[in-house]
């Protein structure tokens, strides 16, 4: 059987937002989706402006071009 629904990842656990009602103990198989945060580990905000200074310049240095050709997230992930 194949249910559908949204979870919370809170304090180590994921918490559905609608009640599932399945036995106590039952395994699932679950599919992440962003977006998701990751906290940065410099906590120095004069290095975190470094970087995102430096961050900038290199997407400037790099644009992409306007003509690019534009692929869908199957062509971008190898799918099998």
């Known amino acids: 059987m194949n249910y559908r629904t949204k979870a919370v990842y809170r ?4 918490v559905p937002e609608i009640p599932c009602h399945l036995p106590e103990e039952a ?3 679950l599919l992440i989706q962003g977006p998701f945060l990751v906290s940065p580990k410099v906590t120095d ?5 470094r970087i995102l200074k430096q961050v900038t310049q290199r997407m400037r240095q790099n644009p992409i ?13 190898e799918r099998r």
């Open 11 to 14: 304090e180590g656990a994921f």
């Open 27 to 29: 395994r699932v198989d």
């Open 45 to 49: 905000s004069d290095e975190r402006s």
């Open 65 to 77: 071009a306007a003509a690019a050709p534009r692929y869908t997230r199957d062509e971008l992930h």
